[in-house]
């Protein structure tokens, strides 16, 4: 049985201070009224995850960074390295998302190492696709995620699949409140596994967890989720309130 998982990502959101309350918020409500059937992940900034590692020792809830770069350590002012994050106690990281493909020229070589980096420190990396709205209305959405997918992870091995998960996340249904329709998704999430499939085998597809992303609110997630290779979600806007967060995890079945 593959994963279910719900991860939040909190982008450029929360001053440290801010992001404490948040996760301890968040920690207290999956401790009190979590009944695990999803691992829930919170992401926020860089800056916070050193504080929110402390704050959640013990709990079930796991941290995820943003983003990391594709080297151990060297000439590289303002990144950091997979390694600096794993040391913090962070155990997932978001790669590839469409902000960082379009607004820092992430290209999908760069994704390429920058997965391999993660991996090679046991990080799980939570691998994001997806087609602009443009691609979508010209018909080219499935070449375009297929390019991403290929490029981005099929120089992994199989054994490094274990610690991929895939978010398909539609750049025109991020942060617009126009959510992909649940067969939309499901279409894209059945595309993904085969791509995986022929590649790295039936058995190896059938483990990886396929998130969608992209305006998942809680009074559309359960929809979502019910779908057959939908296996959660990235939460963007509504990962940065606890209840409406914990309300998307609780549509998880
Ligand atoms: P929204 O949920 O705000 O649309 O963001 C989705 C997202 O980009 C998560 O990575």
Known sequence: MRKKIVAGNWKMNKTLVESQALITEIRGIVRDENTNKAEVIVCPTFLALPSASKLLDGSTVKLGAQNCHFEESGAYTGELSASMLKSVGVSHVIIGHSERRQYFHETNEMLAKKTTAAVNQALTVLFCVGETLQERESGSHFDIIKSQIS????????????????????????????????????????FIRT???????????????????????????????????????????????????FDIIKAIK
């Open 195 to 245: 791509l995986l499939a022929e590649k790295f085998g039936e058995a190896i597809s059938e483990e990886v967890s396929i998130l969608y992303g992209g305006s998942v609110k809680p009074d559309n997630a359960a929809e979502l989720f019910s779908q057959k290779n939908i296996d959660g979600g990235l939460i963007g806007g509504a990962a940065l309130k606890a209840r409406d967060f």
């Open 151 to 190: 490029e981005g992870l099929f120089h992994l091995s199989a054994k490094d699949m274990s610690l991929i998960v895939v978010a398909y996340e539609p750049v025109w249904a991020i942060g617009t409140g126009l959510t992909a329709s649940s067969e939309q998704a499901e279409e894209v999430h059945a």
